[in-house]
């Protein structure tokens, strides 16, 4: 038989894998944790660098983290990112997907686009890790430039696919780079330490409305070309 024609079980993971952003309470063992973290470092790096950091943020000082970002959020403190994370200004194309990704958010939760109460709850609860049993905040040395972010962004993919492949749900939260120097300074972390995202990981809440958001991906033609003969 052809490999082509066998079921491939990375492609249906891939393809499977969802933001999740409610979670059932049940812990995640440590031993699971690390074990999907050895996982995740397996990913290529220029040079086998291997830049970033995972750390696990739990008990009190989770409760501080994410009571010192809404703080920063709800009272209007100006965003300072150590990177920069989108396109400035926005070029429309990646706008509309922007704006479609936001309604297959708030169209699976029912929020109306003129709620804005609504939306900002659902967004105040980044901030919250989204009530996952597992609060990770992920950083990378300062020293690095965009391509230590790229390897980073790779092993980050496989964290999350070596989550899913075990039952696990997870959600990337880039809110969280939008108040480095609250994050570090509520975590102890040296200046040295840039904050890329946050990351939520557990058992994925299957009855919960917003964990049916479905987003669509560009056609190949979009992103995808061939030169030469």
């Known amino acids: 038989m052809n490999s082509n024609t066998l079921p491939d079980i990375h492609e249906q993971l891939v393809h499977a894998r969802r933001s999740i952003r409610a979670y059932r309470s ?3 063992p440590e031993a699971l944790l690390q074990q999907l973290l050895r996982v995740a470092r397996q990913a290529p790096s220029g040079g086998n660098l ?3 950091h995972f750390t696990l943020v739990q008990g009190r000082l989770r409760d501080a983290l994410t009571q010192a970002l809404l703080a920063d959020w709800q009272g209007g403190v100006p965003e300072k990112e ?25 169209g699976a939760l029912g929020v109306a686009r003129e709620d804005r109460a609504g939306r900002d709850a659902q967004f105040a609860r980044n901030y919250r890790f989204f009530d996952a ?47 480095p120097d609250t994050v570090r300074r509520v975590l102890g972390l040296p ?17 919960a409305p ?14 995808y070309r061939v030169l030469g003969e």
Not at 151 to 175: E, V
Not at 210 to 223: D, F, G, I, S, W
Request: with cysteine; net charge neutral; glycine share 10%.
């Open 210 to 223: 917003v964990n049916r958001t479905q987003t669509t991906r560009a056609p190949l033609h979009e992103y």
């Open 82 to 106: 150590d990177y920069s994370y989108f396109p400035r200004p926005m070029p429309m194309a990646l706008r509309k997907r922007q704006v479609a990704s936001a309604q297959a958010l708030y």
């Open 191 to 207: 200046a040295s330490e840039h904050i890329v995202c946050g990351m939520a990981l557990g058992w994925p809440n299957e009855d």
């Open 133 to 179: 049993p597992v609060a990770l905040v992920i950083t990378i040395d300062s020293r690095f430039g965009a391509g230590g972010y790229m390897d980073l962004g790779m092993a980050l993919h496989g964290l999350q696919l070596a989550a899913a492949a075990r039952g696990l749900g997870s959600c990337a939260i880039g809110a969280l780079a939008s108040y």
């Open 26 to 28: 049940d812990p995640v």
């Open 50 to 52: 291997q830049p970033g």
